[in-house]
Every structure is written in C-alpha cells, then in structure tokens.
C-alpha cells in the first residue's frame, strides 16, 4: 500500500489530459477509417494494443471488456464469408453458387472474400482505439472538456461512453446471479437471454448518469455575451458555406489545391465560431484538468501526426490506397508512413516513464 492506495502491481494511473487523448483517438481512427492496406491496418492495431495494454485496470476491469472484444472479433469474422456472398466481384473464383439463390448465387471470388477481411479488420481497429480512449479518461473528465456550447452532445457522449463499461458490470452481475440459482452455462444457447436483461440494464444506468446530469444543471449556463453568440452563429453559417464549397471543388476539379484551402478555411471557421459561442457561455470550473509535459508531447505528437495524414490523404491518395480487386495482390508499404503508426504507441513510452 502506497499513499493510501493498493499496490496490485501495476503502475498507477495516467493522469493524462483528455484533450491530449482526444488527439490520440483522432490521429488513430483517421487511418482506420480512410485506408484498407492490411500493412498499415495491423500496424496500427499493435499500436492500439500496445497502449491498451499499458494502461491500468480501472473499475470496470478486463472481465467487462472481454465480452465486448469477443463480440468484435466474431462480427470481424463474420463479414468476410458475408461479402464473399453477396460481392460477386474478382477474378480468383473459389467455386460457384447456383444463380437460382438469391443474393448469394453467382461466384464466391478470393478478392470479395478479403475485402469483407479488411473492411472487418478496419471496423476493428475502430473499436480498439475507443476502447482505449475509455479504458484511458473517464467519462466525467471527457465530459468536463466538451464546450458549453455542445452540453446536448455532452450528454449524448455520456450515454455513449459509459454504456460499454456499464454493460460490462451489467453482464458480470447477471452471470453472479445465473450460478447463484444453479444456472450451468450449456454454450451458445445460454447468448440469448443474456442479451435482453443486458442490454435494459446498461441503458438504465446510462440514461440515470444523464439524467442526473440534467438534473445537476449541465449545459444550463447563462449567456454572459449575446453579442459574441450571434457573431459566432453567423461565422459558423459562412465556414458551412465555404467548407461546403471546398468540398465540390475537390468533388469536380479533383486535386486542384484551391478546394483544398477553402476545406482549411471552413473547418478554421467552425472552430472559430464554436470558441465565440463557447466563451458566450458563462461556465464556473473548481479547478482546470491537471497539466504535464508529457500531455503535452502527445498532444503535439498526436495533433501533428493527425495533420500530415490528412495532408497525405489530400495530395497523395496512392499512397493509402488499396483494393483487393480486381485481382489480390500485395499492398504497397511505405516505411516512412509506418513510422506515423509506430508514434500512435507513444502513451505506452510515456506510461513506461511515470513509473
């Protein structure tokens, strides 16, 4: 026992700030969710899983969790023979359904089977990063970082975020309840009316954090400047009209750089009119989110790493491109963007520091 806390062996916990992993999570899911090269997609998830290993256990432990990882893993599993059967595209026949079933009949091809692979793959790594980002900050400290002017969203982010790890308290109490009165698991069978009390029993307690939330008066500040707030709902007005020309600039003219600026533009804007409407809104803190230099370094490793992806993805979309039709063949791999996917892994350096 240390300080009045319990020494289990593993390091204490990160006292990371939530802005410097909301960062973290941003620079992560953007390439699980824009590219399908297997190379950086496996990349990625050692990374992920590099940093969900080094965090510590928190209340809703692993046990919660491992449920909800066997849950991904299987619906992983599951759309590769989906789009196999159902996408009848590529040249690697493997055999041939009789055209007279519906849907599936036509040819099952090597290149539909390892897309569904690597569409299952990205949702995956999707999966990984915010488990990681909620195994990382609790709810309340996300929360707290949310501008007064999102306090709606904030409340949907309540809901949301503590749904998993409510589901997973949820799920052990009903299992402590089954071998309470004799109930012998028997496989797949005993899934089904776990689901129902389940899936009731975590939306409860989400919606009771949120309501009290509500109750507590969240979000209910008073406007302290009307006069920043009608600026910055004009501001956000003109950054939708520009972002949107931005948009089908690239849509019609390609890679002309010139849609490229007005898509920078518009999202500055937007930032800018959420910051006015935000300190419109009066908000009294007890105390701001505690500081370190290593918050610090991740937050600029992250927010860095997030913009020279999205300038890749803008100028050089080869590079990240990768299609298993209509023939399968080897991705691509750049060692130099590997090495982006390698810095993801920087908390676990970090953790390892604070020791």
Not at 252 to 277: K, R, S, T, W, Y
């Amino acid at each position: 026992m240390r300080n009045g806390l319990v020494d289990n062996g593993r390091k204490p916990a990160l006292p990371g700030h939530p802005g410097a992993w909301l960062l973290w999570a941003l620079a992560a899911a953007l390439p699980a969710l824009t590219t399908r090269n297997p190379a950086y997609l496996l990349l990625l998830l050692l990374a992920v899983a590099v940093v969900y290993e080094a965090l510590p256990d928190r209340n809703d432990g692993r046990a919660g969790w491992g449920f909800f990882w066997k849950t991904a893993l299987f619906l992983w599993l599951l759309t590769i023979p989906l789009n196999a059967l159902t996408a009848h595209y590529g040249q690697t026949v493997l055999f041939v359904l009789p055209e007279a079933l519906p849907v599936v009949g036509g040819p099952v091809t090597l290149e539909a089977a390892a897309y569904g692979f690597l569409s299952g793959l990205g949702w995956l790594a999707v999966f990984a990063v915010f488990a990681t980002l909620n195994r990382a900050v609790e709810a309340y400290r996300l929360l707290r970082s949310v501008p007064p002017l999102l306090f709606q969203t904030g409340v949907v982010a309540s809901i949301a975020l503590s749904f998993i790890p409510q589901a997973g308290q949820a799920l052990r109490e009903i299992r402590e309840a089954q071998v309470v009165r004799g109930h012998r698991r028997r496989g797949l069978r005993d899934l089904p009316p776990l689901f129902l009390p389940l899936l009731t029993t975590a939306l409860e307690r989400s919606l009771q954090l949120a309501e009290s939330m509500e109750a507590r008066g969240f979000g209910n500040a008073p406007l302290r400047h009307p006069a920043w707030q009608r600026w910055g709902q004009r501001l956000a007005v003109l950054s939708l009209l520009v972002l949107l020309s931005g948009l089908l600039w690239r849509g019609f003219q390609g890679d002309h750089p010139g849609g490229f600026v007005l898509i920078l533009l518009g999202l500055a804007g937007l930032l800018l009119a959420l910051a006015l409407q935000s300190r419109a809104i009066g908000r009294t803190r007890y105390a701001p989110p505690p500081r370190s230099p290593s918050d610090g370094a991740l937050a600029l490793s992250a927010g860095l790493g997030a913009a020279a992806y999205l300038a890749l993805l803008f100028f050089f979309p080869q590079a990240l491109a990768y299609t298993p039709y209509p023939r399968l063949d080897w991705p691509t791999f750049q060692p130099a963007l590997g090495l982006y996917f390698l810095l993801l892994a920087l908390p676990a350096v970090l953790s390892g520091r604070r020791r």
